[in-house]
């Protein structure tokens, strides 16, 4: 066996970067289908987890919204609940003024 001559050589380094061109080829298809992957995967989780999280949360604030007391209700309500105290306030102060103002009787 001899000497490797300048073809032999350009033949070797010709498969040498067919195969390294086939390997990256190779490689770069596989982390496409990885990415792909990956993100069918996270997609996936979001669908079954996430999304029927955000789904309940958003469930609860509709139910909260409708049973909650506006400011305008509660501001109508205490006004009222003022007024009925201030009434039987006023009738409590007329009662005593009666009760004091009655004149006493000599014997009792």
Known sequence: MGML???DLGQIGKLILDSEGRLEKKIEES???TADRVIAAVGEML?????PQIEEVRDDIV???ATMVTKDYLDEKLGGLKGDMT???KEFDRRLTALELRPKTPLG
């Open 31 to 33: 982390s496409v289908k």
């Open 5 to 7: 001559t300048e073809q």
């Open 63 to 65: 139910g909260i919204k």
């Open 47 to 51: 669908e079954q987890n996430v999304l």
């Open 87 to 89: 009434a039987k306030h």
